[in-house]
Nanobody, 118 residues
Framework: QVQLVESGGGLVQPGGSLRLSCAAS????????MGWYRQAPGKQRELVATIATDASTNYADFVKGRFTISRDYDKNTVYLQMNSLRPEDTAVYYC????????????WGQGTQVTVSS
């Protein structure tokens, strides 16, 4: 029972920064692994970062050292801080929650557009 709403996307110049937010509702949030994916037109959706219930994190190689995922349990919100942005980071960014057993798959937000261009 998790509903996700992303915000914070927009237009930024190369080398700039953005912080994405994912507001979650539902009592399951504190016990779900959360993550961010992104998808550019005509391309596959790809994993950006994940954060577990103990706040341990994993990152895709192409964002490691530039992006930081975090979660605030009091606000039921997951963040993606994006620094040193590149044009190839342009995509729709989606927040996701991994469903726990006995369920499978993920819950998805509606996405927020990030455009990196000069």
């Amino acid at each position: 029972q998790v509903q996700l709403v992303e915000s914070g996307g927009g237009l930024v110049q190369p080398g700039g920064s953005l912080r994405l937010s994912c507001a979650a509702s539902g009592s399951i949030f504190s016990r779900n692994t959360m993550g961010w994916y992104r998808q550019a037109p005509g391309k596959q959706r790809e994993l950006v970062a994940t954060i577990a219930t103990d706040a341990s994190t994993n990152y895709a190689d192409f964002v490691k050292g530039r992006f930081t995922i975090s979660r605030d349990y009091d606000k039921n919100t997951v963040y993606l801080q994006m620094n040193s942005l590149r044009p190839e980071d342009t995509a729709v960014y989606y927040c996701t929650a991994k469903r726990n057993p006995p369920y499978s798959g993920n819950v998805w937000g509606q996405g927020t557009q990030v455009t990196v261009s000069s």
